[in-house]
C-alpha cells in the first residue's frame, strides 16, 4: 500500500469509526495535546465610568430581594458567549461590579463557588456578613466570602457603595460542582462583634484563641486596605518584582498560602515611569485599577486604563505594565493560580528578546457588540 | 412605574449593555450558579469488540513512529463532539485503548496531562518506561505516567497487547496547561533494573533509599493486578461498602492519596447477585470491565456490560451496579475525584427512595451516529 | 506458695537480674509511666535588678571573642544543678540574658539549638544579622535565629543594650543533638538591605517574591514590638483568654505554625485589676515582664514580680496571674508547646474548684544558695 | 587587670552570681551546646536464653492482674541507672520482653507513650486488642497500639508467647508527658472482626472506606512479617544500602511516614558474608536479632550475636553490621528518628577512612552488676 492510499484508508478507517462515537488519535492529538497552552480567550478592557453609569441607571429599576438576589452588571468577555447569555471574563473566574444603596439589603446566600470583594467605591457604611461575622466595607478593603459560607450585604450608610465581585463561575461550572442554598432569612444572624477575624490576625501574630485553627476557608475574612498600603510602602525598599514591581499576595494567616483557596488576589504597586517587563503564565487575570493611570500590553496590543477601569489578562499572554502618570498606581487582580498550582500545572515563561519588551502592534479599541 | 413596566424597562437596559459586552446578573444568575450541578455530559457504553477488531484492523494501516506517536482509539461521548473532531469522555477525563504489536515502540514523549494504563490482554512482553524505569505490563495491572514524566513503550513479546489510556485531556485543555514534548529519541535511556519502584514500595513498608521521598509523582508506576486481587480478597472479609462493593483506591505510597495526583482510580469487586444502591457524586468515571457481567443503572437507563466494555458515568448523577454473572466482577475505573476533592468540590449523596435503588425505564442502545 | 512467700520470691528475682542488667516491669511500670506528669522542675523567679546590675558589672571583665562568645548571664533552675555547673530554666528550655555595649561585636556562629531574642532595653543602635540578613532591635521587639542559621549582633549605637536569649538547650542535650560551629570570620557577609523579611512579610500578605516559600525556619525574623502592641490593642475589643488574658503567639507566616518551629512564644495582656483563671499544661514557660506588675500564682505559691522579672512555670503546675498595678500589664514568655504538640504530648486542664482560683499557701522568697 | 587578674575576676564573680542561682554563660557554653553529640549511654548486648529463661522463671511467680499489669523483663542500660532501679535501654527508648501463658490476659489500658509489640516466640493463639480490633500476633509480625489507645494482651493457643516490647518512656518522661489510665474491665470490648484494618490496606490500595483517614494513629496496627519477608526478596534485586543492607521502614500507609509517629520500625536483610559500612547518626536505636548470626561494631567494639539476642547503638556513635553466618540475617529495631527528623535534630555521617570500615579495638562482654 502506498503511503496516499493508507493516508485514504485511514480516512475511510476514522470516518467508518466516528459512526460509533469512537475517534482516531493519531489524527487529533494534536488538537487534544498542545505544544503549548491553546484557548479562545480575548484580552479586553471595560471603563469604570461605563459600568458606573448603567449601575446607577439599574439602581431604581431593580428592587433587591430573592427574585434579583443582587444588584451586579458583569464583565462579559466577547469570546466566551457561544452558550448564549451566560458568560464570564476568562475560562475560570467571573467577575462583576455590584451596587448596593443606603438601606439596601442583598440578601443571605451560600454557594459552592469562591467569592471576593473589593470595594471601589463607598463611605463605610456598608457591610458584608459572613457566616455570622460581620464585617464593614471601605475603599481598597478585599473581602472574602468563601465558598459554602453564608453571606449577606447590607448599608448602614448613606451614599451608593460599589464594589468589585470575583468569582470562580467558570471553574466550577466546567468542574460540574455549583450548589447554591438561599438563607430562610434576608440576614444571616450576626455572632460575636464586627471583624473578630481582624483583631484576632494581625501582623506577626495570632490570638491563641485561635491555635488550633487551620487551612480553608481563610479565618480572617477583611483585609484592610490601610494596612496592604503600610505593607507597599515598606515593599519599596527592596528591588521591585521584574514582572509585576511591588506586589503582594493576600494570605490565608493560617498557612501562608492564597487568602482563598482557589481564587489568587494581588495587589500590585507601579511608581511614576515603572515600565515592567513581559512575562506569560498559564493563569489568567482580571485587573481593577485601584489607583492611577497607564498601560498594559497584552500580546503587542495596547490596554489603556485609568482609575476604576478593569481589563483581562488572558492565560499564557505576553504581558508588561507601565505606570505613565505622575503618582502611584495600584492594580488590584484576581487569578486562578491557586488551582493552577494546586494542580501541578502552573507554568511560566519571561521574554528574553528585545530587552523583555514587546513592541506594540495597535491600540485596543472596544468593539461594540452589533445588535 | 407598573411591575411589567419595569421588567420591560430591564430588558431594553440589559440589550442596551449587551452592547458593551456586560451583562446584568440578575437575569443570569440561575445559569451561572446552578442549584445542583449542570452539565451536558451524557452516560454511554462501548463494546469492547468493537474497539478491539477495529484496533486490530488498524494495526496494519498505521505505523508507529513520530507522525502517529500512539496507535490509539479513543471513546467520543457523542455529547462532546462541539469542537468538531476534538472529544473526550467527560468533561474532563478522557479514554482510549491502544494496540502495540510485538517489536513495536512507541516513542518516548511527555506531556503536562497526566496518564494512566490499564493492560487489558497481552503475555507480559510490553513494558512502559517512565523516566527511566522500565515496567512490564500484564494483564490487570495499573501502570502510571505522571504529568511530565518522560515515557514510551515497547514490545518484547509475541502476541499483539492492549491496555486502556485514561488522561485528563479535557481538565487541561480547560484550565488552558497543555505542554507537550517529544523526546530526541525512541527511547529514553534506562536507570536501574525493571520494575525498581515495585521492589522498594511493599505491604506496610518502603525501602530505606526512599526516606526523603514525599508527595508527586508517586515513586511507584506499577500497581500490579496479582497485588490487587489479593487486597480484594481480603476485603470480603468485612462488609461491602453499600454503593461501590468491595472497592479499592490506588495510593500513593508516600501519601496515602490517589496514586495519580489528579486521575483517580479505582477497583470494585462485585460477587455474584450482589445489587449495589444508587449514589451521585460530583465527581465522573469511566469504568472498563475487566471481568465479569451485568449492569449498571444510571439515571434510570440500564447499561448491560461484559469483559472488556466501558461506560461512562457523568456527574451528579445516580449509579448502581448489578452483578448478574456467576462469577467475579471486577470493575476498574478512571475518576477526577482528586481535583474535586483538592478544590474542595467534592459532593456525594445517597439515593432515599424506593430502598436506594432506582426504578429502570428504559435500556442503553448504542445510537448510530448519522454520517 | 503464699503470697508473702511470692513476695520475696519476686524481690530475689528481681536482685538476680538485675545483675544481668534486666529489670522487672511489674516493680517499676508506675515510675516509668506516671498517671500524671512528674518532674522535678520548680517555679522559681529572678529579680530584674539583680540580673541587669551584674552583667553591667562584668561588662568590663569579660572581652567578647571567641573564648567568650556572648556575655551572658543565665538562669538556673536550683532543680537542675545535678550536672554541676550546667543548667536550664526548665526541662527542655534555657533562658539568659545578654548584655552588648557599644561597638562590640559578639561573633558569628551557628548551633542546632534554637534561640530567640526578645529586647529588653537598648537605643536602637544594636542588631542581629541572621544569615546575612540585618535587623536592627528594639526594645519589646522579637527577634529569631533559628536553628543552624549563622547569627552574630553586633552595636552602633551608644547605651548597653540588653536582651532575653531563649533557647531548646535541656530539649538539644537530651535528645543528644547538639552541633555546634564557628564562622571563620567576625561577621558573617550581609545580602541585601536590613530588615528585608520585616518588608516582605507584612499583616494579610506577602511579597511575591515568597511564593514558594513554605515551612522552616521562618522567613520573618523580626517581630516589631509596635505591631505586636498593635495587635494586643485590637484583640481588647474581644473577650479575653480565660487563663491568659490578650494573648497572642507570634507566628510563621507561611505556615500559620509557631514563629520557631520548636520554641514557642507568646505575649499576654493583661489589664489593671485583671485575674486570670488557673490551668496547667504539659509544656513549661519561662516568662519575662515586659511591662506593669503583678502576680503569679503557680501551685498555690505567690511569685510577686515587676518590670524586667523573669519566673518559670515548669509542666503540669497550676498557675494563673493578676496585675495589680494601674497600668497595662505586658508579658512575653517562651514555651515548649510546640515541641509537645508535634508530638502528640500536649494536654491542658482548667481547674474546676474554688471559681478556677487557687488559694495562696505562701510567698515566694529566692532561697540564696549556701556556698 | 592583667589576664590572670581578670581570670580570678571572673571566677569570683561566677562564685557571686550563683549564689543566686545565676550562670556565667562564658564559662558553661561548651557544655550546654557542644560541637558533637554529647551523652552517656554506652553500648549494649543482653542474650535471649538469659532473657527467655528469667522470664520462663517469672511465670508461675508473678500473676497477671491490675497488680502486675504486664509480665516484662526489661533491658537496663547500664549508663542509665543513675534513677535508682527505673531504667531504660537508651535515652528515649524502652525496651522488654513479655511473657503471656496461655489463658492468661494482660488487662487493658492506655498510656500518653507509644509502644510496638514485636512477636519473637509462639503459636498464633495469642492476640492484641487495640481500640476494639483483635489482631493475632505471629512470629515475626509487628504490632502496633498507638498513643493513648486501649490495648490489652489475651491467649487462646497452647504455648507460651514471647514478644518484645518497645516504648518511648525515656522521651516521654524527659518531656513530662506521662499520663496512665487503666480500663475498667480487663478486656476492651470487640468492634468488627480480627484483622479488619489488615484487610483495608494492602499493598498500592486502601479500601474506599478509608477514603477520610489520615495521619496519626495508624490505621493499620499488624504489619505481618510473611509481607515483610515478602518485600525484602523483592528488595534482592536492587542494590543495598551501604549502611543497613537490604532495609525496610514500616509505614503509615496514610502518610508514608513512620508506622508510629514517633518510634521508628525498620527491618533490615543481611545476606551471607555481607559487612556493611559504618555511618552514625543522632538517632539511637534498639536491636533484636530475628534470624541469623554475626556481629555489629560500635565504636571499634565488637557485639557479637546470634537468633533472639538484644543490642542497643547508642547517638551518634559509629556502627557497622556483619553477617558471619551461613543463613539470612534478619534484624529488627526500634529508633527514634521519627523524633528526631520532625524536630529538625536528625543528621548523619558517613566513616570515610579505612574503606568506610572500623578496627575493631575490643570485644564485648557482658559486665555483671557487683551486688
Known amino acids: 500500500m502506498s503511503q496516499s492510499e493508507a493516508r485514504i484508508a485511514l480516512n475511510e478507517f476514522a470516518a467508518k469509526i466516528s459512526e460509533e462515537h469512537l475517534g482516531p488519535l493519531w489524527d487529533n492529538l494534536g488538537h487534544m495535546i498542545t505544544l503549548k497552552p491553546k484557548h479562545e480567550v480575548i484580552p479586553y478592557l471595560w471603563k469604570w465610568q461605563t459600568i458606573r453609569n448603567y449601575l446607577l441607571e439599574a439602581g431604581p429599576l431593580l428592587a433587591l430581594g430573592r427574585e434579583s438576589e443582587r444588584r451586579v452588571i458583569y464583565l462579559q468577555n466577547p ?21 448596593l444603596l443606603p438601606g439596601e439589603v442583598a440578601p443571605s446566600h451560600r454557594h459552592s463557588q469562591a467569592a471576593i470583594r473589593f470595594i471601589i467605591e463607598g463611605d463605610g457604611g456598608a457591610y458584608t456578613t459572613v457566616d455570622g461575622e460581620k ?37 466550577v461550572k466546567t468542574l460540574t460542582g455549583s450548589f447554591f442554598e438561599p438563607y430562610h432569612e434576608n440576614k444571616y444572624p450576626l455572632s460575636g462583634p464586627p471583624d473578630g477575624s ?98 498594559t500590553v497584552i500580546e503587542g496590543q495596547k490596554f489603556e486604563w485609568e482609575q476604576g477601569d478593569f481589563f483581562v489578562v488572558p492565560p499564557w499572554l505576553w504581558h508588561e505594565h507601565v505606570n505613565t502618570g ?33 513592541e506594540v502592534a495597535r491600540t485596543f479599541e472596544p468593539a461594540r457588540l452589533s445588535k
Not at 488576589?265 to 511608581?271: D, E, I, K, N, S
Not at 502611584?328 to 494542580?343: A, G, K, Q, W, Y
Open 79 to 99: 469570546s466566551l458567549l457561544k452558550d448564549g447569555k451566560i458568560g464570564y471574563s476568562t475560562n475560570t473566574l467571573y467577575v462583576g461590579v455590584q451596587l
Open 135 to 171: 464585617t464593614y466595607m471601605e475603599r481598597g478593603d478585599l473581602v472574602l466570602t468563601p465558598p459554602w459560607t453564608w453571606h449577606d450585604h447590607g448599608h448602614e450608610g448613606t451614599e451608593p457603595v460599589f464594589w468589585m465581585d470575583g468569582l470562580d463561575v467558570g471553574l
Open 198 to 295: 481582624v483583631a484576632r490576625y494581625a501582623s506577626g501574630v495570632r490570638a491563641i484563641s485561635e491555635r488550633k485553627r487551620k487551612g480553608y476557608p481563610s479565618p480572617l475574612i477583611n483585609y484592610k486596605w490601610s494596612n496592604i498600603k503600610q505593607a507597599l510602602e515598606g515593599l519599596e525598599r527592596l528591588d521591585p518584582d521584574p514582572y509585576d514591581g511591588y506586589a503582594v499576595d493576600y494570605i490565608n494567616p493560617t498557612t501562608g498560602g492564597s487568602a482563598d483557596a482557589r481564587i489568587g488576589t494581588t495587589m500590585q504597586r507601579l511608581t511614576p515611569g515603572m515600565h515592567t517587563k513581559a512575562h506569560r503564565h498559564v493563569h489568567s487575570a482580571v485587573y481593577h485599577v485601584l489607583e492611577g493611570s497607564g498601560y
Open 326 to 358: 505622575t503618582g502611584t498606581v495600584h492594580l488590584f487582580s484576581v487569578n486562578d493560580r491557586p488551582v493552577m498550582e494546586i494542580l501541578g500545572l502552573e507554568q511560566e515563561e519571561e521574554l528574553r528578546d528585545n530587552n523583555g519588551q514587546q
